[in-house]
């Protein structure tokens, strides 16, 4: 984008944003929940809709002149519904967190239970950690991995857990697993203790939308939650969708419930992006983000890596740097953002030292992807990423690599840039 009127209007933000421009286009971004959206999804994003005000929903609105409005909400929707098999969706929920919350508030009363993934095993802050606003209202309980060296999670622990707490809901999903979850055995647990099943996908929503992993819906999963800007590549916002029996509540917990206004610009750019996650070329890239995913846990593997479940099955995985290098996960941080590589400090299951610097790092493939890497590209980056930590102090070392990591991202364009 050529931003003709913020140049004019405001040197001091456009230059902070063309500086942006620069650090995405030259550096290798490797944190596994960004991505870069289309030149089309920054327009919607960019477009008139923000202007407008529509509390309420499609057809049922508190204020007029929403005649353009109604049908972009109604095409967002109609588009989310196509791309997952949902039978209800609603678009409106301003990002991950609060769909999560708009979800509790609908089906939970103050002191009820829900059976949600360990943080530090991989769920999320707002599957109930203690530090959130929604752990003093109700009542999370946990399960894990049973074998941090194969991921594969502790369902009958899981399923005794669900005998004796009895949950309300029994919620699957993550921000740092890098395995596939079964959810027929979820629903059934669930079942057996009569709970909701909820699946968080915000990670994997665009690998599920582009037929690489399975959809929890096709197991009888109630209600999936999803951001609409990790691997579904559009702009930052959350979604909620739900089988037809729980319309009304998810409708309601979210608006007037929750959440005022809808951001109509924000909407309008999801239906763009689903627009193009519903074609065939979107199958092809989610099939790529997890072939690179792939050959990068082996590269780094191969390079005495040791990633948590021994590999990945989806876009993300786990190196245990302090195991494997004998640095933490906050000096790999800091030493990569040096080169140009961009990725994160990450906990990992069982880990000794503390989430301001822990043991190890989080990394994925979406962003690169999009950009057109391929699984050639991922040896270079194990490369490069090893060379940083092996060498934490060869100063020397890593401005070569600070040279070859521009060179090389610069060959791939940026979309919208
Ligand atoms: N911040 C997101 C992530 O990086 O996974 C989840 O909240």
Redesign the pocket.
Known sequence: MNYQYLNEADSEVAGIIEAEQVRQKEGIEM????NYVSGAVLEALGSVMTNKYSEGYVGKRYYGGQENTDAIEQLAIARAKKLFNAEHVNVQPLS??PANIAVYFALLSPGDTVLGMDLSHGG???HGHPVTHMAKLYNFVRYGMKDVETGEIDYDELRETALHEKPKIILAGF??YPREIDYAKLKSIADEVGAITMMDA??IAGLIAGKQLRNPFDDGFDIVTT?TH?TLRGPRGGMIMCKEEFTSVIDKSVFPGFQGGPHMNNIAAKAVAFGEALKPEFIEYSSQVIRNAAKLAEELMARGGKLITGGTSNHLMLVDVMSSWNVTGKQAQELLDTVGITL?MNMIANDPRSPMDPSGI?LGTPAITTRGAKEDDMTKIADWLVQVLQNPDDTTLHEKIKSEVRDFSTQFPVPGI
Do not use: D, M
């Open positions: 944190i596994p929940s960004e991950g967190a999320h802050l707002t921000s740092a915000a990670h951001t990790k994160n989080r």
